[in-house]
């Protein structure tokens, strides 16, 4: 078999790989170059066409790769190559952040061959843009005080979008926040924060979106996002400090007002197993969890 050039995903590589993924819309977030790019440096991913498909290889712990992308009948092939690519390393075959819909897919081509475990820490909390938008109903009323009391404690505050007249701001905002979160002792959240700085560094390179809550001149919030699919708008970073009350819920709730309502849905990405992340997350009552799991063959 021909032997497929595995490459880091570099700038130069968006728009073939943005290409790939709009042949096949998924509600999950990896399937974004911002994404792709960002943890790609982190997590040693890299990517091939092979049979025109997608595909992505990882060998952070052992030989694994993401669904491929692509028309059906070319997933197929890619599929056919992968597993004879596993056989020829004596490795597994085995696939990651498989989506229940790849699944099914999966599932009708080679019908009871392979198994599905899905990992709760890495599914993605989906939510209806309009509940966000509003807050509307008694289950969010708490949303809506956290709110009104920011914007009774600090009646200067303002919403502005991400732009080169703030972005260094924000830029100095994170540093100020990693301190105070003690990333430097936390690979994960060194890495976080890694990615976090280089959407602000590189936000128009990468097509994003953002936004940032100040109070007076300091900034005290800013997210980023961007479309995901075409009913979803995915939110990639959120920083806020944790001393100014209310600013968490207040730039969630600010910026999709102002960037995502053509959208029926948010994605606002996983808890990754944090305990308090993920009852902030339920709090705002997801409309569903995007899941995924590791796909291996049965024994």
């Known amino acids: 078999m021909t032997e497929p050039v595995f490459k880091r995903p570099e700038l130069e590589d968006k728009e073939i790989i943005s290409s ?39 060998e952070d712990r052992g030989l694994a790769f993401a669904y491929p992308v692509g028309e059906p009948e070319n997933v197929k092939k890619a599929l056919e190559f992968l597993m004879e690519y596993s056989r020829e390393r004596e490795c597994p075959f085995t696939l990651y952040n498989v989506t229940p819909e790849m699944f099914a897919q999966l599932e009708s081509w080679y019908p009871g061959r392979f198994n599905v475990e899905y990992d709760r820490d890495i ?4 939510y209806e843009t309009e ?5 509307a109903g008694k289950k969010l009323h708490g949303k809506r005080n956290h709110i009104n009391k920011f914007k009774t404690l600090y009646p200067d505050w303002t919403y502005e979008p991400l732009s080169d007249d703030n972005v260094e701001d924000c830029f100095q905002m994170a540093l100020k926040w990693r301190n105070q979160n003690g990333c430097e002792e936390d690979p994960e ?9 280089n959407s602000l560094r ?9 936004g940032v809550l100040k109070i007076g001149e300091k900034v005290v919030a800013f997210t980023v996002g961007e479309p995901l699919c075409p009913d979803t708008y ?18 969630n709730q600010q910026f999709v007002q102002h960037e995502c309502t053509d959208y029926t849905y948010v994605n606002r990405e996983e808890d ?7 009852k902030a997350k339920l709090s705002y009552r997801p409309a569903f969890l995007e899941e995924k799991g590791v796909v291996k063959e049965k024994e």
Not at 24 to 34: D, I, K, N, Y
Not at 131 to 135: E, I, R, S, Y
Not at 234 to 251: L, S, T
């Open 20 to 58: 790939y993924f709009a042949k096949a819309p998924s509600r999950s977030c990896e399937r974004t170059f911002v994404n792709v790019y960002l943890w790609s440096r982190h997590y040693k991913v890299q990517y091939a066409v092979i049979e025109d498909a997608l595909v992505f290889k990882s």
């Open 131 to 135: 509940k966000l938008a509003t807050l």
């Open 202 to 210: 590189l936000y128009k390179e990468l097509g994003l979106k953002g």
């Open 189 to 197: 959240k060194n890495a976080e924060m890694c990615v976090t700085l």
């Open 123 to 126: 599914a993605d909390y989906v």
């Open 272 to 278: 990754t197993g944090a305990e308090g992340l993920r």
């Open 234 to 251: 995915v939110v990639h970073i959120e920083k806020a400090f944790p001393d100014v009350e209310g600013a968490y819920p207040m730039i």
